[in-house]
T-cell receptor
Framework: GESVGLHLPTLSVQEGDNSIINCAYS??????FIWYKQESGKGPQFIID?????DKRQGQRVTVLLNKTVKHLSLQIAATQPGDSAVYFC????????????FGSGTRLSIRP | KAGVTQTPRYLIKTRGQQVTLSCSPI?????VSWYQQTPGQGLQFLFE???????NKGNFPGRFSGRQFSNSRSEMNVSTLELGDSALYLC????????????FGPGTRLTVL
């Protein structure tokens, strides 16, 4: 079936440390994966994406890793800052469903000073 | 370039009423998708419109409907409101859908009493 899930609902990280947020997906037909950040009172904000023909993609302070063998996706945030506090969603786009994006349940990232 | 705008931002209705929400996509974007976000169910895809046609639909009852105008602006309508329809309704636009990056608006917070 279609499902995207997250291993941990909350994550607390020391400011300056790296954060790793994990995600599992179940549909091997998915070919596009996205990470979104949602701050309180706002809509989800695109962070980074990756297509299924890649296993790693880097952005500014963020890296997404895709392991298709175990259907696992992770988001790494380097040198976590207070402004990174938010809920992070992984999402998948199903090849057969055009623009239908399936979101995971989200991980709340909190930063300790 | 202006982002996705949604109106109204907040809405209070009573059971049995109907409601219409509006979304103006980013200029040049032709695909508009709608999502419902609740604490219990997370972010769920409602439907997607492209060139005034519904191209994709999620698993919601027929009380949820939408349309898109020639200028790509979109509206969604919920008839015979139920308490469980209380949610944040998010609109996202993209150039043409599929694996194009979706940009979200701030959402409309609907409360059904």
């Amino acid at each position: 079936g279609e499902s995207v899930g997250l291993h941990l609902p909350t994550l607390s990280v020391q400011e300056g440390d790296n954060s790793i947020i994990n995600c599992a997906y179940s549909n091997s037909a998915s070919d596009y994966f996205i990470w979104y950040k949602q701050e309180s009172g706002k809509g989800p904000q695109f962070i980074i994406d990756i297509r299924s023909n890649m296993d790693k993609r880097q952005g500014q302070r963020v890296t997404v890793l895709l392991n298709k063998t175990v259907k696992h996706l992770s988001l790494q945030i380097a040198a976590t800052q207070p402004g990174d506090s938010a809920v992070y969603f992984c999402a998948e786009n199903l090849r057969s469903s055009a623009s239908k994006i399936i979101f995971g349940s989200g991980t709340r990232l909190s930063i300790r000073p | 370039k202006a982002g996705v705008t949604q109106t109204p931002r907040y809405l209070i209705k009573t059971r049995g009423q109907q409601v219409t929400l509006s979304c103006s996509p980013i200029s040049g974007h032709r695909s508009v998708s709608w999502y419902q976000q609740t604490p219990g169910q997370g972010l769920q895809f409602l439907f997607e419109y492209f060139s005034e046609t519904q191209r994709n639909k999620g698993n919601f009852p027929g009380r949820f409907s939408g349309r898109q105008f020639s200028n790509s602006r979109s509206e969604m309508n919920v008839s015979t409101l139920e308490l469980g329809d209380s949610a944040l309704y998010l609109c996202a636009s993209s150039l043409s859908g599929a694996t194009d990056t979706q940009y979200f608006g701030p959402g409309t917070r609907l409360t059904v009493l």
